[in-house]
């Protein structure tokens, strides 16, 4: 072999060694870049996968309108219950809203003694009212004890001054002891309250009574009908001194019995149970009682000629057509009628006719 071939064969073998170098090592840098990309996807998926720490910010639940919740048991249930005046229908109430603070709670049951109570909801806050129910007492019947003596005013009544007294009239007013107005209340709500019972009495007292005999004589008629019946709440007397005229206005005077002096002020709990220690008496007294002068005093004539008036006034009065807006009675026609039974002038019995007329009002 020449030296030229041995050459050639040497520089074959140093570029064949050349070239497989660079081969493994671009296979090697190509296999890092790899490596390197497919551990910074890895990362970049953990990164993504990972979550993001909870806030520590706090929610805040704010209270509506501050608002708190009453739940109202009764036992016996079924009972009717109104908050602060307002009707929620029959017990149980569960879940009712109402508005932080003091509410009135009044509750209702036929047969059993009412019951209002005060709760006081704070926001957030849920109150229980639990309330068990005292059946209601019927008055014994047999019992003979007056209620209004205790709260009977001494310096009105004095029993050695009470006149004899005739009892005309007497007619039942009974209601409802109602709180507030009729339209507030449910059908049920109405069926429970119990009955306030009123009387109204019309009696006949001799004319020359005097003021002191007469609010004696007023009261003994309250005592004496109260003692009969212990249930009658509120009574009213009207006094007259004549029979003719108990379906006009009082001639001597009248007479309330009731709670604070109050005719209006009477409230189921009273109802129920009878107590009348607020009761008073609230009298109406004409002037003219006890200081009636006996000229100013009607005779029995001029009475009866007064009488004949009104009778012939109330005929013609019932002829009177009532389309007719400008029809009236005609009072000159009457006056002669008058004058005319009694023999007497139409100017004279206008004037008695007056003199009855301002004797009653006076």
């Not at 497989?20 to 190509?30: A, F, N, R």
């Not at 009387?199 to 005999?213: A, P």
């Not at 007064?306 to 009778?311: G, I, S, V």
């Not at 009177?320 to 004058?339: F, H, K, N, R, Y």
């Amino acid at each position: 072999m020449n030296n030229k071939n041995v050459i050639l064969i040497i520089v074959l073998i140093l570029g064949f060694t050349v070239s497989l170098g660079c081969s493994e090592s671009g296979d090697d840098t190509e296999t890092a870049v790899k490596s390197e990309n497919i551990q910074t996807g890895e990362v970049q998926a953990a990164q993504e996968e990972e979550p993001e720490p909870a806030s520590t910010e706090k929610t805040v639940t704010e209270t509506p309108d501050n608002k708190g919740t009453l739940d109202i048991v009764t036992s016996p249930t079924g009972a009717s219950v109104t908050v602060d005046g307002v009707t929620q229908g029959f017990s149980p109430v569960k879940g009712l809203s109402v508005d932080e603070g003091n509410h009135v709670v009044d509750l209702y049951l036929s047969g059993y003694n009412p019951k209002t109570l005060t709760v006081d909801v704070t926001s957030l806050d849920t109150k229980t009212i639990s309330w068990t129910f005292t059946p209601y007492a019927e008055p014994n019947p047999t019992s003979t004890e007056t209620p209004t003596t205790e709260s009977t005013p001494s310096t009105d009544y004095d029993s050695s001054l009470v006149r004899n007294y005739d009892i005309i009239q007497e007619e039942d007013t009974s209601i409802k002891a109602l709180t507030k107005s009729l339209s507030s209340y449910t059908t049920e709500e109405i069926n429970s309250l119990p009955l306030n019972v009123r009387k109204e009495y019309r009696v006949v007292i001799s004319s020359d009574i005097s003021e002191e005999e007469l609010k004696s004589t007023l009261i003994q008629v309250v005592m004496d009908k109260a003692s009969e019946n212990n249930d009658i709440d509120e009574v009213v007397v009207f006094a007259y001194d004549r029979e003719e005229d108990v379906n006009d206005a009082f001639t001597l005077g009248k007479v309330e019995w009731c709670p604070n002096g109050d005719w209006g002020s009477m409230t189921p709990e009273i109802a129920f149970s009878n107590d009348r220690t607020s009761y008073q008496y609230v009298f109406d007294i004409k002037d003219k009682v006890g200081n009636i002068d006996a000229s100013d005093s009607p005779t029995e004539r001029e009475y009866e000629i007064y009488d004949y008036y009104e009778k012939c006034y109330g005929a013609a009065w019932d002829n009177i057509d009532l389309s007719d807006p400008t029809a009236t009675v005609d009072e000159d026609l009457i006056m002669e009628e008058v004058a005319k039974k009694y023999g007497i002038t139409k100017e004279e019995a206008s004037r008695i006719c007056d003199k009855v007329v301002l004797y009653k009002m006076s």
